[in-house]
């Protein structure tokens, strides 16, 4: 079905809201409980349609889930490491690259047992060589389009040998599912990034016993023993910071606007929004900090700010704000002189081309914005107009296209808008309910 929203340009947004749970915190809740012997408690876990695939999954692997419903915490047993059954089904991954990548990681390593996953249109698409490869080395056996780099993909379970493995990109669900097989594997399995990505899952495997340690300039090397079994834990998850992200920037740039997001997670390998924030100069105080579960946690008041700066992003900070470049685009749009942002051809395999697809839709309500190989160039000082755009199946820029047209002189329509429910189903009623 094709949902078409429409958003009025021209007013402000006042009030206090809590976003949902952390996507990427949500799936490895599931996964690592799953791979745990005893019961995991799961609180704020997010309800969307992303997670909600992982936890399909897992059940078709025989782990039990009990029905997810919104707001409610629930708790499973874990299967143990290699206790996962054979599927007489397909596992249907929908649009979740995360959950292919980590489940390629947990089944490359079930001795004997085989398991085939696919995934929506744009998953098939979706770069899975980064994973089968690495995991090939371990000693894994993956069949699929492209010499196994595209799903539909078969996994045959194997017994794996830990590695050495250098990752050609800066990947969190690249590490994750080396890391995954490596608590299988025999010996021990050492994974290089070359700039460090979120470490959600380091986090939480040591949380649940795992033997993993941390090494190297600024943490870009994890190195995990197997050896320990993981023991089910109490897993508090905090609000995503990348759906906070997009209340972060409008409150910023649309005038009169205050708004206080509460609980949310503050993670340092997730706040690369808060240093670009700061360039730009943003008017935002981070309140009421506590470490929950391992994980940073604070609220953040933002306020409209002036005359904001341009900014450009480069280098080593994009895994840190890898999901935030489309509403940092729109950012772009309002500060005053040019922006850039380079070393971001990681936005062409997500869930579309996100520098081709942000180009496209921003110029329809006026952007001036060139695309570059591995980034985008972007005029600040826009004057939007109202216009007609499409997430184009996108949850991300679904989002950003909502906040670009706040700044739109009249009312837009935003075509194929629930691709949000993805990562953000309640995304429309908080705008709803901070609109004024
Ligand atoms: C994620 C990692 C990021 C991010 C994605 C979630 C994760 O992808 O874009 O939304 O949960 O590990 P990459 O690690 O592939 O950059």
């Not at 349609?49 to 708790?75: H, M, Q, W, Y």
């Not at 800066?170 to 050492?190: D, E, H, P, R």
């Not at 997009?246 to 706040?271: H, Q």
Request: aromatic share 4%; charged share 25%; proline share 4%.
């Amino acid at each position: 079905m094709n949902h078409i929203r429409t958003v009025n340009g021209g007013g402000n947004l006042q009030g206090e809201l809590k976003v949902p749970g952390d996507k990427s915190i949500s799936h490895r809740s599931l996964i690592i409980g799953s791979m745990a012997q005893g019961e995991t408690f799961i609180k704020g876990f997010l309800h969307s349609e992303d997670p909600l695939s992982t936890a399909d999954c897992l059940r078709k692997l025989g782990v039990n889930i009990p029905e997810i419903k919104e707001n409610e915490s629930f708790s499973f047993k874990g299967l143990g490491l290699d206790g996962f059954n054979e599927p007489k089904e397909i596992l249907n991954c929908g649009n979740s690259g995360t959950t292919m990548r980590l489940l390629m990681g947990l089944l490359a390593g079930q001795e004997g047992k085989n398991f085939v996953l696919t995934g929506d249109t744009s998953l098939r698409e979706r770069p899975m060589g980064r994973v089968s490869k690495p995991l090939s080395m371990m000693g894994a056996t993956f069949l699929g389009r492209e010499n196994g780099k595209k799903a539909p993909i078969s996994i045959g379970g194997s017994q794996l040998k830990g590695c050495v493995i250098g990752t050609p990109v800066a990947s969190a669900q690249v590490k994750s599912a080396i890391l995954l097989a490596g608590l299988n594997a025999s010996g021990t399995t050492s994974v290089i990034e070359p700039a460090s990505s979120r470490d959600h899952t380091e986090r939480m495997l040591k949380a649940f016993g795992a033997d993993i340690n941390i090494r190297g300039e600024f943490g870009r090397n994890v190195v995990i023993k197997p050896g320990k079994t993981l023991i089910g834990q109490k897993i508090l998850i905090p609000g995503d910071i990348s759906s906070a992200a997009f209340w972060m920037i409008a409150a910023s740039i649309v005038p009169n606007s205050e708004v206080l997001i509460k609980d949310i997670g503050l993670n340092p390998t997730r706040t690369g929004i808060l240093n670009v924030m700061d360039l730009m100069g943003c008017n935002y105080e981070i309140v009421e900090k506590s470490i929950v579960a391992g994980e940073l946690i604070g609220s953040i008041n933002v306020k409209t700010a002036n005359n904001l700066r341009p900014f450009s992003i480069a280098g080593d900070i994009l895994p840190k704000l890898i999901d935030e470049i489309p509403i940092l685009t729109v950012a772009a749009c309002f500060c005053q002189g040019v922006s850039e942002i380079k070393d971001a051809k990681e936005l062409r395999v997500k869930e579309t081309d996100r520098l081709k697809v942000m180009a496209r839709q921003l110029r329809k309500f006026g952007a001036k914005i060139s695309e570059k190989e591995d980034g985008l160039i972007i005029n600040g000082e826009s004057k939007f107009n109202s216009a007609e755009v499409d997430s184009e199946t996108d949850h991300r820029v679904s989002m950003s296209l909502a906040i670009a047209s706040l700044l739109a002189k009249g009312s837009s329509r935003i075509f194929r808008a629930d691709a949000s429910n993805v990562s953000y189903p309640t995304f429309w009623e908080d705008l709803e309910k901070l609109i004024n």
